[in-house]
């Protein structure tokens, strides 16, 4: 692809850099003109485990050709320096901070917004943030209002672009957002949903894990978001795990390795900064570090072994940024300070023994796992102490930009130990091509969202991801011959990522559009007996009944549902719809899918797999073992069945 400054649209830097010698000069360059809706641009197009030499992963994806890259921002290194040395030190604090801001408009979001704003940040607007603080990257949420449509979405990113480069140092803003697809995502449909990071584990293809990448790197650029907090490198060795679960790409280090690197150069095919992490591995916890802070266990010898390989392997494929993860790993730190502000892991292993110099963003540090040993005002300096680079959404930004300002000012930090992060930060926007092209086109939007084509693909790849876990008398394939009628039960959780659902509407609408006659009852992720009961009733005269299974427990009333279904003679077919691991608890159906996620292309893939129209090839990424015997494995890595 090719990549060139809009006509049109000015390059405040490149002039700014051009124009001024060594000193800071007082005026502010010309303000940009408002982006045109309809100028045109080109666009981007889980403990028992081996160790692994992640390099021979990095090798499996990486060789088969070179992957096509935005040409990097021609400034070099001597031009980056000038910029920073222009810099007040406001600014350079600025630069080190990723900030949420609510609302859809950069300049005029809805009042409540504004309220919100208020209240959180002390300003208005996205505009009014950049301008106060000088931040050098936004992070976009769905619950702050960003994320309406797509053209809101670029429109947004424009904005805040143009306040940024109407800045006395005009340098362009980092847009960052959790698009990691599955059950994180941040801008829904009618942009291209795709399989989640434990989906592609089960399709075991790197080509596909590379285009999957590729497709939501395009569109996530197409938007303005050239930042995106993916692929996650933990190893989900814990069933257990709160947090990460499914966001992994399975149990097994090395094929783990291998997927990451593969979209890592999935993203760079597309111009967006991938970001690995949790940084130093966060895939064996029971506790989530959103409100706590948990400690991994592991030896320095397992961590080599389990934790470590995706990172190598990732660094080896040219990640751009890493975040960190709040959690303590005694065998790396004997402080037991959260890898986020742990120099020895931070420093001396990510940095210096692991070779690594691109940016190291923090995990949010709203969260309550950074915040348990220290106050609010500390965490920032002592993140920046420790090796990170930029500092993500704070939950006060007035304390914590302060904060940092104050330890240059007192000598705590100095102000080269800021240059040494603004310069990271800024190659990286320079790669990127931000200097040159900041902004986004509306019609850039209609050809890249959402296209035929990357739906098309969507679907595709999630076909391959459907696991067959059980299938008693050879239950499936459904046939609307033998089984037209069918019920639909089961789990509804909120959508993850603004898709069609619910979960089960879904399901029936698809085994609707292949010739089944199908009834939604939704029952919940904790059934009660009147929801089980009303459930049994309606199973009355049906050929099959599906049930949809949501993170099923050994308390969890939904065993309950399955067991009682099952009891009426009625055919059940369960669709894990999350976890894998319900299969564990379950009792009495005749058939088991995983799908890994509720995200509408899942939900589909896994329809076309019950009534035979895709034959299951997902082979599962991690154990499942037994309920009441964690010992004992019942479905093993690479497990799976088929039709033939």
């Not at 599955?182 to 584990?201: D, K, Q, S």
């Not at 609307?480 to 619910?502: I, K």
Request: aromatic fraction near 4%; glycine fraction near 8%; charged fraction near 20%.
């Amino acid at each position: 692809m090719t990549w060139q400054l809009l006509s049109g649209y000015p390059c405040p830097l490149g002039s700014f850099l051009q124009s001024r010698t060594a000193g800071r000069s007082t005026s502010a360059p010309p303000r940009p003109r408002t982006p045109s809706a309809t100028a045109p641009a080109p666009v981007p197009s889980r403990r028992t485990l081996l160790a692994v030499t992640a390099a021979a992963a990095v090798a499996a994806v990486t060789g088969a050709g070179t992957p096509v890259q935005a040409a990097p921002e021609r400034y070099d290194d001597r031009r980056l320096r000038r910029i920073v040395d222009r810099m007040s030190l406001e600014e350079k604090v600025g630069q080190l901070f990723v900030m949420r801001v609510y609302g859809h408009s950069a300049t005029a979001p809805d009042q409540a917004d504004v309220d919100a704003n208020l209240a959180e940040i002390g300003v208005r607007t996205a505009a009014e943030l950049v301008a106060r603080y000088h931040v050098g990257g936004i992070i976009y949420f769905t619950w702050a209002h960003n994320t309406r449509d797509p053209q809101q979405i670029a429109d947004l990113s424009n904005g805040i672009q143009q306040a940024a480069l109407a800045q006395p140092t005009p340098v362009p803003v980092l847009i960052s957002t959790d698009q990691e697809h599955g059950i994180v995502c941040r801008v829904g449909e009618p942009a291209t949903l795709l399989p989640g990071a434990m989906a592609l584990g089960a399709g075991r293809s790197h080509a596909d894990a590379r285009r999957a990448a590729e497709i939501a790197g395009t569109e996530l650029a197409a938007l303005g978001i050239r930042q995106n907090y993916a692929p996650v490198a933990d190893v989900n060795v814990n069933p257990a795990n709160p947090v990460i679960g499914v966001r992994s790409f399975g149990s097994d280090p090395r094929a783990v390795a291998g997927l990451v690197a593969a979209q890592v150069k999935g993203y760079q095919r597309a111009g967006v900064a991938a970001t690995s992490k949790h940084f130093p591995g966060h895939g064996d916890t029971a506790v989530d570090s959103h409100y706590g802070l948990p400690t991994i266990t592991h030896t320095r010898e397992q961590w080599e072994e389990l934790d470590a390989p995706p990172f190598r392997s990732a660094i080896a494929a040219g990640i751009d940024s890493i975040m960190t993860a709040h959690i303590v790993v005694p065998a790396l730190d004997p402080s037991e300070d959260p890898a986020t502000l742990s120099r020895p892991i931070l420093t001396g292993i990510l940095r210096e023994r692991l070779g690594y110099d691109g940016v190291v963003v923090t995990d949010a540090l709203g969260m309550e796992g950074v915040r348990t040993k220290y106050g609010d005002e500390r965490v920032p300096v002592l993140a920046l102490k420790a090796g990170v680079d930029q500092l993500l959404n704070p939950p006060k930004l007035d304390v914590a930009w302060n904060a940092v300002l104050n330890a240059v000012r007192t000598g705590e930090l100095t102000e080269a130990r800021l240059d040494e992060s603004i310069l990271r930060i800024l190659r990286l926007k320079a790669k990127l091509g931000l200097f040159r092209r900041a902004y986004v086109t509306r019609a850039g939007v209609e050809r890249v969202v959402g296209s035929k084509a990357h739906l098309a693909q969507a679907d595709r790849i999630a076909e391959a991801t459907t696991t067959l876990l059980l299938n008693e008398g050879g239950l499936l394939p459904l046939r609307p011959s033998r089984h037209r009628s069918v019920l639909v039960v089961g789990a509804d959780p909120a959508s993850p990522s603004g898709t069609t659902g619910p979960p089960t509407t879904t399901l029936a609408a698809a085994l609707r559009e292949l010739g089944f006659t199908a009834t939604a009852l939704p029952t919940g992720t904790a059934p009660t007996t009147t929801k089980i009961d009303e459930a049994v009733a309606a199973a009355a005269g049906k050929d099959v009944v599906v049930v949809g299974t949501y993170n099923v427990t050994a308390t969890s009333t939904q065993r309950t549902l399955v067991a009682r279904l099952a009891a009426t003679g009625v055919p059940v077919v369960t669709v894990a719809i999350r976890n894998p691991y319900d299969v564990a608890h379950l009792t009495g159906q005749r058939a088991t899918l995983a799908a890994y996620s509720w995200t509408d292309v899942e939900l589909r893939a896994a329809v076309r797999v019950l009534a035979g129209r895709a034959e299951p090839r997902g082979r599962l990424p991690v154990p499942v073992q037994s309920a009441d015997d964690p010992d004992r494995v019942l479905y093993p890595v690479g497990y799976g069945l088929s039709y033939r």
